[in-house]
């Protein structure tokens, strides 16, 4: 069994093809440290992979493979890429040192060898190593925790987004997890879509991630809206339907004054602003509230139109039931070019199986559907 003092040595591999050199290097090394031997360059690789030495001794001339290539492709290995190489070698060359120093070796000794000069440099480069490896492990840990917290305050934000867009759903009683379906319609349609050469520059992994984060807060201005409107049974009046629509402003400043009272102007609210006030903009220029027609009505708005436009089909209501997957798809293609932008509507088409996918993963169910006609009668009364 090994002493405490002996688990503490490092680990030293020599690599040369001269067994006199290796005995030599043995009898030198081993009252001091833990000495590994490989008799070519071969072996040598192998036992720096396996056994992760804290330095390596390289001869230069051997055959087959020599220091150099050995030394090069140890330095190409991320397993052994951070174990120093000392050069032990007859070439003394001024030339041969500057070349093993550049291929990545930390020193260069010439034979024959001084056992003091060997042991001193030896040393030194244990250190040095030792200073770099506590410095590795110390980012290393750093980048962890830097990692941790992060996914743990993405992991907030999210929660409070999807409280937020649930808020403004709760009080909407024609669906229940059409914040969940959208959400994953635009993702699954932008996804789709980065390989048409008209969307492939704009929709990017980082920009479909912010929007597939922005879209359950398309409708969150329905916070503000009246009950006795909100919650009719029936076709709304004129002024009702005004008072309605206010509901893509409503929610685009809201969004601005979460912005401004951060101070920071952060993509993820740029992109929310867009899809809470466009929405409901239509390609033809008759939809609202600017009444934005084409290409000028935002990328994000435009994925959430197609979304809304079939889940509002397929959507049971308290009174009704919703559209078949087939048909609420046709009412999709037949909005193309009036509602819709018609490449987005096209797409959506290709991928009717994937949204099929998603809407049966998040449908209504009977709870969903009870538990809405509960809160309605609660907020009917309340409002009388």
């Not at 890429?81 to 500057?98: C, G, Y």
């Not at 400043?253 to 993820?268: N, P, R, W």
């Not at 509230?289 to 509002?312: F, H, K, S, T």
Request: a negative charge.
């Amino acid at each position: 069994m090994q002493t405490e003092q002996e688990q503490d040595k490092a680990t030293l591999l020599v690599v040369d093809d001269t067994p006199g050199n290796l005995n030599l290097m043995h009898a030198l090394l081993k009252s001091r440290y833990h000495v590994l031997l490989a008799s070519n360059g071969e072996q040598g690789m192998q036992v720096a992979r396996d056994k992760q030495p804290d330095l390596i001794l390289l001869d230069i001339l051997m055959p087959d493979l020599d220091g150099y290539e050995v030394c090069k492709r140890l330095k190409a290995d991320r397993l052994t890429q951070d174990i120093p190489i000392i050069f032990l070698t007859a070439k003394a060359d001024m030339w041969d040192e500057q070349k093993g120093l550049e291929m990545g070796a930390v020193d260069y000794i010439s034979k024959p060898i001084s056992s003091k000069i060997v042991l001193a440099r030896v040393k030194t480069q244990l250190i040095v190593k030792a200073s770099a490896d506590f410095l590795r492990d110390k980012n290393e840990h750093l980048e962890l925790q830097v990692a941790r917290r992060t996914r743990e305050i993405q992991a907030v934000q999210d929660v409070a987004i999807m409280a937020m867009a649930t808020l403004a759903e709760m009080r909407d009683c024609d669906t229940s997890k059409h914040i969940l379906r959208t959400q994953h319609y635009v993702k699954a349609l932008a996804e789709h879509l980065k390989s048409h050469p008209g969307f492939a520059e704009q929709l990017t992994d980082q920009t479909i991630q912010v929007i597939f984060k922005s879209a359950p807060l398309h409708d969150i201005g329905k916070v503000g809206i009246p009950e006795r409107i909100l919650l009719k049974p029936g076709n709304l009046t004129p002024q009702e339907e005004a008072i309605m629509q206010t509901h893509t402003t409503l929610g685009r400043d809201a969004i601005e004054q979460a912005e401004q009272s951060l101070g920071l102007q952060v993509e993820f609210f740029s992109v929310a602003k867009q899809i809470a006030l466009s929405h409901q903009e239509k390609w033809d220029g008759s939809g609202y509230p600017e009444g934005l027609a084409g290409d000028r009505i935002p990328l994000a708005a435009r994925l959430m139109a197609v979304a809304d436009v079939y889940d509002d089909c397929i959507s049971p209501r308290i009174y009704t039931a919703g559209l078949p997957h087939k048909d609420a798809v046709r009412k999709v293609f037949e909005a193309r070019g009036s509602h819709l932008d018609p490449d987005m509507a096209d797409a959506f088409v290709e991928i009717e199986q994937t949204i099929e996918a998603i809407a049966k993963r998040f449908a209504d169910t009977p709870e969903d559907l009870q538990r809405k006609m509960k809160y309605m009668a609660y907020a009917i009364a309340e409002e009388a």
